[in-house]
């Protein structure tokens, strides 16, 4: 019996343990520009060295990057289920859907690259040697890829006779100049996938540019009385009913299953917009009209009252103090020789004016647990008040 009761004790225990280890949250702080992670206890889980951080969509992971120019340093993703971070090459917060699931666009040290479900942690590999991805809808994704290097054929060079002048050999003659392209009129390998794990592609073009393309939607003309009927439009601005591909100029226009309408040829048109000439041989070509910009159409506006801040920030002569407003009282809760600033997310920030330095964290709004290691709220004379 004693046996029983020791066993059943420890079951709870390790039941209870189990409990508190699921309920531990880790927290994103930054240090003086630069962002790390802690858990709620105040441990730093992930020292403050990287520039900017992410969470991914299911709050599973924190994606942590350098600079881009920051010679290769590595981007480290935290898995907060494992407890446990790991670098990779490239690693893209809830990059592309596939079948309706977020999944990341990863290159990991070694260079294999693959698209990752964060939550079942299967993977998809590329074909082509992909280096950018985006969705274009729930039926397609686009990706930018570099194409594989064909051994260029070698050229024999015709043997100049054997001269000499003066008893010396001429120097070998100047080399031709040619004629490059610059970086922004270069064109780019562009591969269309059907969005599936077999990532199967659809279309291969190259490009300097490519537009989604919509049917404008038909307005409303006034009855005979004068009236005009409202139609609320329900449409996915995430879709699309044309995609045009344009290279210096060369234009090719497909439908939204990627069948070609017709290639033609026009002005060159900006990174963002299409010119007024290729939108007008579209609208002929696809016996369509087409709007002129893509965008969301306005939203309501919202009576919802706004909700007071639960915190504002005091001074006293060179002292910045964090108060809290709960239940109508003012209560001081932790001082700062540098200048406070509290935003409703229960975060605050500490700006160090005179070295150009920002520090900001997470607050618990009813504890006031800071979540940010207990070291560099000391070299930032940070004091928690009773």
Same mark, same amino acid.
């Given at each position: 019996?004693?046996?029983?009761?020791?066993?059943?004790?420890?079951?709870?225990?390790?039941?209870?343990?189990?409990?508190?280890?699921?309920?531990?949250?880790?927290?994103?702080?930054?240090?003086?520009?630069?962002?790390?992670?802690?858990?709620? =206890?105040?441990?730093?889980?992930?020292?403050?060295?990287?520039?900017?951080? /992410?969470?991914?969509?299911?709050?599973?992971? !924190?994606? !942590?990057? $350098? =600079?881009?120019?920051?010679?290769?340093?590595?981007?480290?993703?935290?898995?907060?289920?494992?407890?446990?971070?790991?670098?990779?090459?490239?690693?893209?917060?809830?990059? #592309?859907?596939?079948?309706?699931?977020?999944?990341?666009?990863?290159?990991?040290?070694?260079?294999?690259?693959?698209?990752?479900?964060?939550?079942?942690?299967?993977?998809?590999?590329?074909?082509?040697? #992909?280096?950018? #991805?985006?969705?274009?809808?729930?039926?397609?994704?686009?990706?930018?890829?570099?194409?594989?290097?064909?051994?260029?054929?070698?050229?024999?060079?015709?043997?100049?006779?054997?001269?000499?002048?003066?008893?010396?050999?001429?120097?070998? $003659?100047? $080399?031709?100049?040619?004629?490059?392209?610059?970086?922004?009129?270069?064109?780019?390998?562009?591969?269309?996938?059907?969005?599936?794990?077999?990532?199967?592609?659809?279309?291969?073009?190259?490009?300097?540019?490519?537009?989604?393309?919509?049917?404008?939607?038909?307005?409303?003309?006034?009855?005979?009385?004068?009236?005009?009927?409202?139609?609320?439009?329900?449409?996915?601005?995430?879709?699309?009913?044309?995609?045009?591909?344009?290279?210096?100029?060369?234009?090719?226009?497909?439908?939204?299953?990627?069948?070609?309408?017709?290639?033609?040829?026009?002005?060159?048109?900006?990174?963002?917009?299409?010119?007024?000439?290729?939108?007008? =041989?579209?609208?002929?070509?696809?016996?369509?009209?087409?709007?002129?910009?893509?965008?969301?159409?306005?939203?309501?506006?919202?009576?919802?009252?706004?909700?007071?801040? =639960? !915190?504002?920030?005091?001074?006293?002569?060179?002292?910045?103090?964090?108060? /809290?407003?709960?239940?109508?009282?003012?209560?001081?809760?932790?001082?700062?020789?540098?200048?406070?600033?509290? /935003?409703?997310?229960?975060?605050?920030?500490?700006?160090?004016?005179?070295?150009?330095?920002?520090?900001?964290?997470?607050?618990?709004?009813?504890?006031?647990?800071?979540?940010? $290691?207990?070291?560099?709220?000391?070299?930032?004379?940070?004091?928690?008040?009773?």
């Amino acid at each position: 019996m004693m046996n029983f009761r020791k066993i059943t004790i420890s079951i709870f225990a390790l039941l209870s343990i189990a409990k508190i280890a699921a309920q531990q949250s880790f927290y994103p702080f930054t240090y003086e520009d630069k962002d790390g992670l802690t858990d709620d =206890k105040g441990n730093e889980i992930v020292a403050p060295i990287y520039d900017y951080w /992410s969470e991914s969509e299911n709050e599973k992971l !924190f994606i !942590f990057k $350098p =600079k881009y120019d920051s010679n290769g340093k590595a981007t480290l993703c935290f898995d907060v289920t494992k407890k446990q971070g790991k670098e990779y090459k490239t690693f893209y917060q809830d990059e #592309v859907t596939i079948q309706k699931v977020q999944h990341h666009f990863v290159e990991e040290l070694n260079g294999k690259k693959y698209l990752l479900n964060s939550e079942t942690e299967e993977t998809i590999p590329f074909k082509e040697d #992909v280096y950018t #991805v985006n969705d274009l809808n729930d039926d397609y994704i686009i990706a930018k890829y570099f194409p594989k290097e064909t051994k260029a054929p070698k050229i024999t060079l015709e043997q100049a006779p054997f001269m000499k002048v003066k008893g010396k050999i001429p120097p070998p $003659p100047s $080399p031709k100049k040619v004629v490059g392209t610059s970086i922004e009129d270069r064109e780019e390998n562009y591969v269309i996938y059907s969005s599936t794990s077999a990532l199967k592609p659809v279309l291969k073009t190259e490009a300097n540019n490519y537009f989604l393309l919509n049917k404008e939607i038909a307005v409303n003309k006034p009855d005979g009385n004068g009236n005009v009927e409202v139609q609320i439009i329900g449409r996915n601005l995430d879709d699309f009913d044309f995609v045009l591909f344009e290279n210096q100029g060369a234009y090719q226009l497909y439908d939204k299953n990627f069948k070609l309408i017709k290639k033609f040829t026009s002005k060159p048109s900006s990174e963002y917009e299409v010119n007024e000439d290729a939108l007008k =041989k579209c609208e002929i070509f696809s016996t369509s009209k087409i709007e002129k910009r893509r965008g969301a159409y306005p939203t309501m506006a919202s009576d919802r009252e706004i909700e007071k801040p =639960k !915190f504002t920030i005091e001074r006293d002569n060179d002292i910045y103090y964090l108060v /809290s407003k709960n239940n109508g009282e003012n209560k001081k809760i932790l001082s700062s020789p540098y200048k406070l600033e509290y /935003s409703r997310e229960g975060r605050l920030r500490i700006e160090d004016q005179k070295a150009d330095k920002t520090t900001s964290f997470k607050f618990n709004e009813t504890t006031f647990q800071l979540y940010i $290691p207990q070291k560099y709220l000391q070299v930032l004379n940070v004091k928690l008040l009773n």
